[in-house]
């Protein structure tokens, strides 16, 4: 008998522990069958941060806030490797380099939005925030880019209310889920291990075109031609989007 007892409490508090565990991830994390996957809670509004599981397609994504060097030996490296991405800008890049971005979108490349300022949107009220985004959208549509429709919070800070706010006013919210931390130029090898060993069916690559970037483009002759040698195709977040929503609605 004493044997039994201090296995069942034993067994109690991995348990407890599990328990704890799983109900901490549901208020955070929600996915949908097939592979669809978003942060935060069910029959809440969502951010994408993962396409189908079931399929071997990927999307490679890039930040930019500032600077107008970088971005070409990265675009360079995407037209060598025949590679479409998703470009985040800010509205306040945009207005300062519009050749850039007409550059970037005559290479087929995908646009969407980092707001006007990038700013944490955690450090403002929520009306700032609308602001932010109604600002960001008039800059774009003076540019030219009426269907700006894919927005990412800058540093990826958000909430619920948050992404609410831009479901309102017309916005999809796109997290990501392999980050291997390019800004903070770890080294050429470490960013391009952490993408090759990470990477899985559905995932969004976070990487900048910022000129914070030393290493980006360098470890881009890696991974592009690596990533297809393992089998996964490239495809824009709206490509992964309508993919995921055929398959899995994503969680709203």
């Given at each position: 008998m004493q044997h039994f007892y201090v296995w069942r409490f034993k067994n109690w508090k991995r348990w407890l522990v599990v328990i704890a565990f799983a109900l901490f991830t549901a208020t955070f994390l929600s996915f949908e069958q097939n592979g669809a996957?978003?942060?935060?809670?069910?029959?809440?509004?969502?951010?994408?941060?993962?396409?189908?599981?079931?399929?071997?397609?990927?999307?490679?994504?890039?930040?930019?806030?500032?600077g107008e060097e970088k971005v070409f030996d990265i675009l360079k490296q995407l037209e060598?490797?025949?590679?479409?991405?998703?470009?985040?800008?800010?509205?306040?890049?945009?207005?300062?380099?519009?050749?850039?971005?007409?550059?970037?979108?005559?290479?087929?490349?995908?646009?969407?939005?980092?707001?006007?300022?990038?700013?944490?949107?955690?450090?403002?009220?929520i009306e700032q925030v609308r602001k932010d985004l109604l600002y960001a959208?008039?800059?774009?549509?003076?540019?030219?880019?009426d269907k700006m429709e894919l927005v990412r919070a800058p540093s990826g800070h958000l909430?619920?209310?948050?992404?609410?706010?831009?479901?309102?006013?017309?916005?999809?919210?796109v997290h990501w889920n392999v980050n291997p931390n390019d800004w903070q130029n770890p080294g050429t090898q470490e960013i391009t291990n952490h993408v090759m060993?990470?990477?899985?069916?559905?995932?969004i690559i976070l990487l900048h075109a910022s000129d914070s970037v030393?290493?980006?483009a360098e470890s881009l002759k890696t991974i592009l031609p690596g990533l297809k040698n393992k089998g996964f195709k490239y495809v824009t977040i709206s490509e992964l989007m309508n993919q995921a929503h055929a398959e899995s609605k994503i969680v709203d």
């Open positions: 996957f978003s942060i935060f809670s069910k029959d809440k509004s969502v951010a994408l941060t993962k396409g189908n599981a079931d399929e071997p397609n990927i999307a490679l994504t890039f930040n930019i806030s500032w060598q490797h025949q590679v479409q991405a998703t470009f985040f800008v800010s509205g306040e890049w945009a207005e300062r380099h519009p050749d850039i971005l007409k550059k970037i979108t005559e290479e087929k490349h995908e646009l969407g939005m980092l707001g006007y300022r990038y700013k944490s949107y955690l450090e403002q009220d959208k008039e800059i774009f549509r003076k540019l030219g880019y909430n619920e209310e948050i992404i609410e706010l831009a479901e309102s006013l017309g916005n999809k919210v060993e990470q990477t899985a069916n559905g995932d030393k290493q980006t």
